[in-house]
Every structure is written in structure tokens, then in C-alpha cells.
């Protein structure tokens, strides 16, 4: 057999661009003419372009991959759709994303996972922003090799100075982005052109139909080629005879005999055995599904990595990485969120955005936040150090997604550059004297009472009266006040969304230490964001964290504010001001709840007491 009819396999494909680029159309086609559509879809599909179709009398090809009934009544693509069709040379899975801004994150799933991506663009549009963000999303996520396809160019004429003129602004714009191949073909989706056929329309294009390049372009990546990694999924014990470690070899090949170290803890082994589905093999390549057995009685667990010694991945707890936002609420800086890297869960934060990229001209820019769909580079710390590689050399060690950890939206996807190799001397000090023998001297059990509720709910006076009555029993206790610590630890932070994130990281921390000291530790901040409450929560101990929500009408709060600073917020006086200009996230699940509207402030004072009493009794 030889090359022009040999088989080169399965290619997943992306197409993606602007809206109305004519991407579903494209891929329509490319199912017609590969006669992969059955008699009763064809009909279907003819039936419903009466109904849906924007071609008139024709059958609207579109159709075939806009599955969705909103997709069909919008005229859009809202989802990934995925279509496999084949050739005698080859076969493809083609992935359809949507083209509106708001869509693209879905547009990032379906770019994670293609080896080539057919980046569209209207001939009578030339390069819009989407076009250029896509291209740079696809770049980010590891596609090299990219097909221009100038769609629509009967709506031009068949103009070739405007196939030229477009093609030259694509060139220019994507020198930088690394793809390794880049094909311009003008195409007509809806008659055909240069899809599958050379078109009598275009003698001036001399080069391969669509469907010609894409049945003989070489992108295998070859995973056998590059390091062996192996992402433990789980630790296989059914008996006390038999220990090994399930999962997916994620690139690269191992074989019974072979030297491997868990990239964690530096622990070195050798396999002994590789169980497939068909039983024991000599060797597992990338894609396979096997179990692996080691000489020695190492501590592996589920994510643990497992890798050659002379070519191990980084193990780091920070690192730097391209980030693309996902969620309607911003990226703030300090915001714990939960990351999912290989087959670990831990809780990660940006430290800090190195700069935010302007996908129109790839200029780098300064930036506070990520917005919906902005990518930036950053700097992120994990609680636990991970294995990772670069995402240019593994993207399946080198990727990672941040999820919401009170919604589990998907918030961002990352592309790791690379570790950050902070000071490796700097490690936890134990002292001779602990946070017990504090505690125990002292008499009394550590904890944070945080108060928590809008300006003027009263949580400050509250907050007071509870520190005296403790101060009289002989309890030893502090308080931090928002007002006092911007005059001081924080006075360089002001009141956005991700200052007021820092500013209370800050205040956990130094909480954190106090609590440590032994002491009882009263803080009163409106701290409006659930996740950074939950963030100090769990800077604790067990039963250590207090949340108090002093429930507040914000109607009573304005009467009671004797600064009229309210009125001011209201008039515009005052930016970011909570409860008029900036949300406030109440407690789902407060620890105490005091209704500050109609009792007066010493009865709820006393209901904090109650229940701190009972805990140092208990403690």
C-alpha cells in the first residue's frame, strides 16, 4: 500500500472563529461530501430548513451539527458539538465550537483535546477579535498546526486580492503564537469550494482541497516519545496479597524491570509487574489503562506521579502559568479556589498577575483581575506541592482547571509554564512550646470569634461587649478591628473586590498566629465574600473558627449611620461600598446568628457567650 491510500489514523480537529464564519456549515458539508449522512437525517435535516435554515430553498447543512433546539431557533452554535466521520485514508473526529464571546470557554474544551484547528474567517469580515482570540486560545492549548479557511468567498467574488489580503493579516498577527504549520485554502461552505473538490471558481489556487490536507497532514503527537508519566487514579488492594496502581499512562512507555520514583516524595522503586485488561504485559504505552506493581512497600496515593529517575517532572507547591478565565465572577488574587491538576485536588490561589494579554494585538497588560474569557499570565500557589511539567513539553501534566468552591463552576483553565523555584531552606519551625502548652498555661481553649455583617450591624459593639464579659472572667483575649488594622497593617489597601481580598488573608493570617498564642481572638470585619470566610475557617483547627452573623436589615443600617455614609454611596459619593455598590455575601451556615435588628446589643452579646462558655467548658 502506498502513501497516497495508506491510513494515517484518528485526527481530532477543531473548528472555531467568529460568529456567522459559517463553521457548522463547513463541517456540514464535509459530512455530505464524505457521505457519512443517513437517508432519514438528510431528510430531517431538509425538513427542518424549512423551518430553521437561512439558505432559502436549500438544505441547510448547518444543521447537521447545531443539535440543539435553541441552537436551531438562534441561528447559533451555543455548544461543542463532536462529529466523527471517515475516509478511506482517514478518520476524524471534527469538534464544532461556538463563535460568541460568551462561548468561550466551551471553545476552550474543545481546543484542549484537537491535534489541528481550521480557523475560520468571513471573507467579507476579514479578522475580527474573536478570530484572534480563538487563535490564541489554540495556540495556548497546545495546537501547532492551524487551517486558514477564507469561508464564504463566493460572497466575494472569488476575489483572490481579498484571499491575499487576509491571508497576509493572519500571517503577520499568528508569527508569534508557535503553530507549525499554518494552510490558507479559500473555501465556499455553503456550494463547496475547495471542501472536498477543486473549484472551477478559484484557477488561481493551486493548492489542496480541505479535505485533501486534512486526510494527509502529519500531526501525531507521538506520547511514546516523551517522559513516562503515570497518574496513580487508585491504590489497587483487594487482598493483602496483591498491591498495585491503577490509572491511565498519560505519555511515554514503562516496562516491567524498569527504574521508576514516586515524583512526590523522591521514593524509587522498580515495576515488577504491568496488568492490562487482557492480564500481565511486558509494556504500557501511552492511552493504556493498567494496573502497576511495585518491589517495595513505597507510600503512594491517589495523584501521586509516577515518572522515570533520570527524567522526573517538578515538584512544587508554586508556579507560573497562562490562565484563562471562565466564570462570570472575576479572578481575584489571594481567592482560594480548588484546583484539579492531573488526578490531585487542593486549594490554590493567584498570587499574582504577571499581565493580562490583549488578544486583538498580543500586547501584554498590567492587570488587578481576570475578567469573562481574558487570559493573563500568573503566578498561583497550590496548599500541597504537586508534579507538573510545562504544558509545551506534556499537555496532560501541564494543565489544570480552578473550580468555584461554593458554586463548583469550572472558574479557569491553566497552561503551566513552569515552576517557580522559590528558597528551598525556608520550612515550618516547630518550637519547643506549642499551641497546648500555650492554651494550657493560659487556662482556656484558643479560638477566632469572627463577626460578620454589614456596616452598621452592630458586630463591632457586639464584638466589644463580648471581649469585656471574657476580660472579667479572667479570659485572655484580643481584638482586630477592620478601621484600626487599615491604619496600620493594611493602610496600603483600598476597597475593591480584590483588596478587600487581601485585606482579609491578611487578617487570617495574623489571626492564625494569635489563636496559636492561645488566646481568644475577636475579629470584626464585614468580610462580605463567603470564600475568604471560609478561607480563614480553614487556616484553624477543628472547632477553633466562630463564624457570628449579626443579621442587620440594611434599612436599620442606614438609620443607625451616624457618618451618612450610605447617603453618600447612594449619591455616588463613595465607590465600592458594601451593600450599595458592592455585594455582601451572607453566611449559608453561620455558627451564630443574631438577629441585630431587634435586640438590643447586650442580649446578643449575651447569646455569643452562651455558646463560648460551652466550648471552653468542653475544651
Not at 495546537?143 to 486558514?148: E, K
Not at 485488561?277 to 504500557?284: F, L, N
Not at 493504556?288 to 506493581?293: G, L, M, N, R
Not at 487570559?375 to 510545562?390: E, K
Request: proline share 3%.
Amino acid at each position: 500500500m502506498d502513501g497516497s491510500t495508506m491510513s494515517r489514523g484518528l485526527l481530532r480537529v477543531l473548528t472555531c472563529g467568529s460568529v456567522d464564519d459559517g463553521k457548522s456549515t463547513l463541517i456540514g458539508r464535509l459530512l455530505h461530501d464524505s457521505q457519512m449522512i443517513m437517508d432519514d437525517t438528510l431528510a430531517a435535516i431538509t425538513r427542518d430548513s424549512r423551518k430553521h435554515g437561512t439558505v432559502g430553498e436549500e438544505v441547510d447543512l448547518a444543521l447537521l451539527v447545531d443539535g440543539l433546539e435553541a441552537e436551531r431557533q438562534q441561528g447559533i452554535t451555543i455548544d461543542v458539538a463532536y462529529r466523527f466521520f471517515t475516509t478511506p485514508r482517514r478518520s476524524f473526529i471534527v469538534a464544532d465550537c461556538p463563535g460568541h464571546e460568551q462561548y468561550t470557554r466551551n471553545m476552550a474544551t474543545g481546543a484542549s483535546n484537537s491535534e489541528l484547528a481550521i480557523i475560520l474567517v468571513d471573507a467579507r469580515k476579514g479578522l475580527l477579535t474573536q478570530t484572534r482570540r480563538h487563535s490564541y486560545i489554540c495556540s495556548l492549548l497546545g495546537i501547532r498546526h492551524v487551517v486558514l479557511a477564507v469561508n464564504k468567498v463566493d460572497l466575494v467574488n472569488f476575489d483572490q486580492q481579498v484571499f491575499d489580503r487576509i491571508v497576509g493579516e493572519y500571517a503577520t498577527f499568528a508569527a508569534g503564537l508557535g503553530f507549525h504549520t499554518m494552510v490558507p485554502i479559500p473555501v465556499s461552505g455553503r456550494f463547496g469550494d475547495n471542501v472536498s473538490t477543486r473549484s472551477g471558481n478559484t484557477p488561481w489556487y493551486r493548492g489542496e482541497t480541505l479535505l485533501e490536507h486534512l486526510e494527509s497532514v502529519g500531526v501525531e503527537e507521538e506520547l511514546t516519545q516523551i517522559p513516562f508519566r503515570f497518574p496513580v487514579q487508585w491504590v489497587n488492594r483487594p487482598n493483602q496479597d496483591f498491591r498495585g496502581f491503577s490509572g491511565t499512562v498519560a505519555s511515554g512507555a514503562v516496562a516491567v524491570g524498569e527504574n521508576i520514583v514516586v515524583a512526590a516524595s523522591g521514593v524509587t522503586s522498580h515495576v515488577t509487574r504491568i496488568l492490562g485488561p487482557a492480564g500481565d504485559q511486558k509494556r504500557a504505552v501511552a492511552g493504556e489503562a493498567v494496573t502497576i506493581c511495585l518491589a517495595d512497600e513505597v507510600d503512594v496515593a491517589r495523584g501521586d506521579v509516577l515518572a522515570p529517575i533520570a527524567d522526573r517532572p517538578a515538584v512544587a507547591d508554586q508556579l507560573a502559568a497562562h490562565l484563562l478565565w471562565m466564570d462570570e465572577e472575576p479572578m481575584l488574587p489571594g481567592r482560594q479556589y480548588m484546583m484539579r491538576i492531573g488526578n490531585v485536588w487542593t486549594s490554590a490561589s493567584v498570587t499574582s498577575i504577571k499581565h493580562r494579554v490583549d488578544v486583538t494585538t498580543l500586547d501584554h497588560q498590567s492587570a488587578t483581575r481576570l475578567s469573562l474569557n481574558e487570559i493573563g499570565l500568573c503566578n498561583l500557589s497550590t496548599a500541597q506541592r504537586v508534579a507538573m511539567d510545562p504544558y509545551a513539553r506534556n499537555r496532560l501534566t501541564g494543565a489544570f482547571i480552578l473550580v468555584d468552591r461554593f458554586t463548583n463552576r469550572t472558574s479557569g483553565c491553566g497552561m503551566i509554564n513552569f515552576a517557580l523555584r522559590r528558597a528551598t531552606n525556608v520550612h515550618h519551625e516547630h518550637f519547643l512550646v506549642d499551641k497546648a502548652a500555650r492554651a494550657t498555661a493560659l487556662h482556656q481553649k484558643p479560638m477566632l470569634l469572627w463577626f460578620t455583617g454589614l456596616s452598621g450591624s452592630g458586630k463591632s459593639t457586639v464584638a466589644k461587649l463580648v471581649e469585656q464579659a471574657l476580660h472579667r472572667a479572667g479570659r485572655h483575649t484580643y481584638s482586630l478591628d477592620g478601621d484600626n488594622l487599615r491604619h496600620g497593617l493594611n493602610r496600603d489597601l483600598g476597597f475593591t473586590d480584590q483588596d478587600r481580598v487581601e485585606n482579609i488573608r491578611r487578617v487570617g493570617e495574623v489571626a492564625k498566629l494569635m489563636v496559636d498564642a492561645g488566646l481568644i481572638v475577636l475579629a470584626s470585619f464585614i468580610s462580605p465574600f463567603r470564600a475568604e470566610r471560609q478561607m480563614v475557617r480553614e487556616m484553624l483547627g477543628e472547632g477553633e473558627f466562630l463564624e457570628v452573623f449579626v443579621d442587620t436589615p440594611i434599612e436599620i443600617c442606614m438609620q443607625r449611620d451616624v457618618k451618612g455614609l450610605y447617603a453618600k454611596a447612594r449619591r455616588g459619593e463613595i465607590a465600592n461600598f458594601t451593600g450599595v455598590t458592592s455585594r455582601y455575601e451572607p453566611p449559608g451556615a453561620a455558627d451564630i446568628v443574631l438577629d441585630g435588628g431587634s435586640s438590643q446589643p447586650e442580649a446578643l452579646a449575651q447569646q455569643v457567650l452562651e455558646v463560648v462558655n460551652r466550648r471552653l467548658a468542653a475544651g
